[in-house]
């Protein structure tokens, strides 16, 4: 069975581009949550998608965005890229909007030059 | 807002020591609380966790105990082996709009040697 899955696992960007990162939940899940977790912190969060709508957010600026699909999958955005969003972007599925049931991906490491 | 404050690391331990790795939280009511392990260039995995005030969570040798007299919900091992090096991270739900998300502590490394 396969659990959440991450794509790419590493990016380098330059600053004042754009990224696109993807996950896609594990079998059964219908919410994903993605989180921030920058070198020797916790992860934060960023927001939730639940039925193809933003759910919740945490205290991220507008720069980041994101989608789900029909099938549950999701992208996170983030346009204009600073150094400081240079961190390991987690994702983590679970049913019915809770945090009480996640699967974490292994992230995506974005490097921002 | 709700939210965990963990021990300072890195901890070095050598193989067969007694672990504790401390956290403390604050809440309004008595939320569960978690215990998330993450190993070397790996997602993170729920290692325990405790629902109610008093409740001891255990899983793969570790322990932790929700006390709500001390607001703590420290985790502990009596002997750690090579294979349990890894980020141990302290957490809690936090409510929003009908749903929850998890907040995290700032994680501790621990490093166990033969």
């Known amino acids: 069975d396969a659990g959440v899955t991450q794509s790419p696992t590493h990016l380098i960007k330059t600053r004042g581009q754009q990224v696109t990162l993807r996950c896609s939940p594990k079998?059964?899940?219908?919410?994903v949550s993605w989180y921030q977790q920058a070198l020797g912190q916790g992860p934060q969060f960023i927001f939730q998608?639940?039925?193809?709508?933003?759910?919740q957010r945490g205290n991220f600026p507008d720069r980041f965005s994101g989608h789900q699909f029909p099938n549950y999958s999701s992208e996170l955005n983030v346009n204009a890229l600073l150094l400081g969003d240079s961190a390991l972007y987690l994702c983590?599925?679970?049913?019915?909007?809770?945090?009480?049931?996640?699967?974490f991906g292994s992230g995506t490491r974005l490097t921002v030059v | 807002g709700d939210s965990v404050t963990q021990m300072e690391g890195p901890v070095t331990l050598s193989e067969e020591a007694f672990l504790t790795i401390n956290c403390t939280y604050t809440?309004?009511?008595?939320?569960?609380l978690f215990w998330y392990v993450q190993y070397p260039g790996e997602g993170l995995q729920l290692l325990l966790k405790?629902?109610?005030?008093?409740d001891k969570g255990s899983n793969k040798g570790f322990e932790a105990t929700y006390r709500k007299e001390t607001t703590s919900f420290h985790l502990e091992k009596g002997s750690v082996q090579v294979s349990d090096s890894a980020v141990y991270f302290c957490?809690?739900?936090?409510?929003?709009?009908?749903?929850?998300?998890?907040?995290f502590g700032t994680g501790t490394r621990l490093t166990v040697i033969p």
């Open positions: 983590a599925s679970s049913l019915a909007r809770t945090a009480y049931g996640y699967t």
């Open positions: 079998s059964g899940h219908d919410t």
């Open positions: 998608y639940y039925e193809e709508e933003e759910r």
């Open positions: 809440a309004t009511g008595y939320p569960s």
């Open positions: 405790a629902t109610k005030a008093d």
């Open positions: 957490a809690l739900p936090r409510f929003q709009t009908g749903a929850n998300n998890l907040f």
